[in-house]
């Protein structure tokens, strides 16, 4: 189990029944990185992967 899991496995316990705009993720994104911009390089990985799961190429 990676550090990770835990954080992701809280989100899912506590949020995972919810639906989000994929807008209201974007704009949580762009407020993390504002409050911790030594984060912004792995944000911004994590949201391009994001938005393309569905590329054939990838």
């Known amino acids: 189990m990676y550090f990770t899991d835990r954080g992701i496995e809280e989100l899912e ?33 994590f949201a391009t992967w994001l938005a393309r799961l569905d590329d054939e190429d990838d």
């Open 13 to 45: 316990s506590r949020r995972g029944e919810e639906e989000v705009p994929l807008a209201w993720l974007a704009e949580r994104l762009r407020e993390f990185v504002d409050l911790n911009p030594e984060f912004e390089t792995p944000i911004e990985r």
